[in-house]
């Protein structure tokens, strides 16, 4: 299948190029490289010896789209491209809307046009409300937002879910990523976060290389284990062959999905520090620091849906996502600035 991989450059984007290739289909990326670098691509070929065609623009560039679809048989999208960060979501809410909303909406109306219909959404546990109990089903409460990026994706999932009720050709797959991180094993590909990292992960391994003095521990009094807060960290890796069993899925249904995708697993703060020390023998020093607004003290998914629907489940463990972290990090010390 030749597969439209918008926002494919980014961090999962990447990654998941890299899993289509070797499951035999081909991608072809639209970015406008807001938040990543074209060099992303050039590595996804050293790993899979296959070139991307990379569209550099817009997604919300319909006469680019257009002619993406004019100069390749499309049969389906995988729509990444989106802004990602929260705290500027806050400061920055209507580019936030207009990027991520917009960008949808013209890429779903250029493939209705082509009759291409089927795709693929990065959604988010951020969609899920916080009142939810432990772990997440795909039906747990959602809305209740804390930042406009959430909404982003709640509307996101609601804009899809109204074009796949509106017409029943549409296929509409709604993945709900929780915490990705760790890079591809040969460290070659990886996130590369822009200025300070927001995320704990790219935090952490960047107070291991030295170019932040210490990490800040958001809190030691959540109702945890250990008081720091737990996630469902799942490596980049299965999350983009998580795409892959979307794909598949497509092919066979109608409608619209949703489907977690995480391990079903929660680590907290402490929990990844010690496991990143001990992955990769290394130090990372860290101060407790006040709660960070609007975190939840636990979120983990349940991931049984996936499992026995698309056939997926995440395959790599806490160390192995430490070890390639820092593998990146270490042989990546600037992303991929040179
Ligand atoms: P990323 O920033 O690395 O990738 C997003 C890519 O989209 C970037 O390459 C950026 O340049 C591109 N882009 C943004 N707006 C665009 C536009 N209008 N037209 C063309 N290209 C555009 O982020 P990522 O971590 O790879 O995330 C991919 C998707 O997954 C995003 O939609 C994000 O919201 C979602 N998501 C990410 C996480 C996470 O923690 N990383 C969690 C849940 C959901
Ligand atoms: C994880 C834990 C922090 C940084 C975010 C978005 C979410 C999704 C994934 C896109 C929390 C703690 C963090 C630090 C810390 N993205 N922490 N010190 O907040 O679970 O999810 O990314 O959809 O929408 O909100 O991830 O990595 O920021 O935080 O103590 O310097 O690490 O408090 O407990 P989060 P995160």
Same mark, same amino acid.
């Not at 072809?28 to 074209?38: E, G, Y």
């Not at 060099?39 to 050293?46: A, F, H, I, T, Y």
């Not at 936030?96 to 779903?108: A, D, E, F, K, V």
């Given at each position: 299948?030749?597969?439209?991989?918008?926002?494919?450059?980014?961090?999962?984007?990447?990654?998941?190029?890299?899993?289509?290739?070797?499951?035999?289909?081909?991608?072809?990326?639209?970015?406008?490289?807001?938040?990543?670098?074209?060099?992303?691509?050039?590595?996804?070929?050293?790993?899979? @010896?296959? /070139?991307?065609?990379?569209? !550099?623009?817009?997604? $919300? &560039?319909? *006469?680019?789209?257009?002619?993406?679809?004019?100069?390749?048989?499309?049969?389906?999208?995988?729509?990444?491209?989106?802004?990602?960060?929260?705290?500027?979501?806050?400061?920055?809410?209507?580019?936030?809307?207009?990027?991520?909303?917009?960008?949808?909406?013209?890429?779903?109306?250029?493939?209705?046009?082509?009759?291409?219909?089927?795709?693929?959404?990065?959604?988010?546990?951020?969609?899920?409300?916080?009142?939810?109990?432990?772990?997440?089903?795909?039906?747990?409460?959602?809305?209740?937002?804390?930042?406009?990026? @959430?909404? /982003?994706?709640?509307?996101? !999932?609601?804009?899809? $879910? &109204?074009? *796949?009720?509106?017409?029943?050709?549409?296929?509409?797959?709604?993945?709900?990523?929780?915490?990705?991180?760790?890079?591809?094993?040969?460290?070659?590909?990886?996130?590369?976060?822009?200025?300070?990292?927001?995320?704990?992960?790219?935090?952490?391994?960047?107070?291991?290389?030295?170019?932040?003095?210490?990490?800040?521990?958001?809190?030691?009094?959540?109702?945890?284990?250990?008081?720091?807060?737990?996630?469902?960290?799942?490596?980049?890796?299965?999350?983009?062959?998580?795409?892959?069993?979307?794909?598949?899925?497509?092919?066979?249904?109608?409608?619209?999905?949703?489907?977690?995708?995480?391990?079903?697993?929660?680590?907290?703060?402490?929990?990844?520090?010690?496991?990143?020390?001990?992955?990769?023998?290394?130090?990372?020093?860290?101060?407790?620091?006040?709660?960070?607004?609007?975190?939840?003290?636990?979120?983990?998914?349940?991931?049984?849906?996936?499992?026995?629907?698309?056939?997926?489940?995440?395959?790599?463990?806490?160390?192995?996502?430490?070890?390639?972290?820092?593998?990146?990090?270490?042989?990546?010390?600037?992303?991929?600035?040179?």
């Amino acid at each position: 299948m030749n597969v439209l991989v918008t926002g494919g450059a980014g961090y999962i984007g990447s990654h998941t190029c890299v899993e289509l290739i070797h499951a035999g289909h081909t991608p072809i990326v639209i970015d406008n490289l807001r938040n990543s670098n074209p060099k992303s691509l050039d590595r996804v070929r050293e790993i899979t @010896g296959q /070139t991307v065609a990379l569209y !550099e623009g817009d997604v $919300r &560039d319909e *006469a680019l789209l257009e002619r993406i679809f004019d100069e390749n048989e499309i049969h389906c999208a995988i729509h990444f491209a989106g802004l990602k960060a929260v705290g500027e979501s806050c400061a920055i809410p209507l580019e936030y809307y207009q990027n991520n909303l917009c960008s949808t909406m013209t890429l779903c109306k250029v493939m209705g046009k082509r009759g291409v219909k089927g795709i693929i959404f990065s959604s988010s546990a951020t969609v899920y409300s916080g009142d939810n109990e432990m772990p997440l089903r795909e039906n747990s409460r959602t809305g209740n937002c804390t930042n406009p990026y @959430g909404w /982003t994706k709640y509307m996101g !999932e609601q804009i899809l $879910r &109204d074009i *796949a009720k509106a017409d029943p050709q549409w296929s509409v797959v709604l993945l709900r990523y929780f915490n990705p991180v760790g890079a591809h094993e040969s460290g070659k590909i990886g996130e590369h976060p822009n200025g300070i990292p927001n995320n704990l992960m790219p935090y952490i391994s960047q107070t291991a290389i030295g170019k932040r003095e210490k990490l800040s521990v958001f809190g030691n009094d959540y109702a945890t284990h250990d008081g720091t807060g737990v996630r469902d960290y799942i490596h980049v890796v299965d999350l983009a062959r998580g795409h892959v069993a979307a794909v598949n899925y497509l092919c066979e249904h109608k409608g619209e999905a949703v489907f977690n995708l995480g391990t079903g697993t929660g680590y907290s703060v402490l929990d990844m520090v010690k496991a990143f020390e001990t992955a990769n023998g290394v130090k990372v020093p860290y101060v407790i620091a006040p709660r960070r607004p609007g975190d939840l003290d636990t979120c983990y998914a349940d991931p049984a849906k996936s499992a026995q629907i698309l056939g997926w489940t995440a395959k790599h463990d806490q160390n192995d996502m430490c070890r390639d972290t820092w593998n990146w990090q270490s042989q990546n010390p600037n992303g991929f600035d040179d």
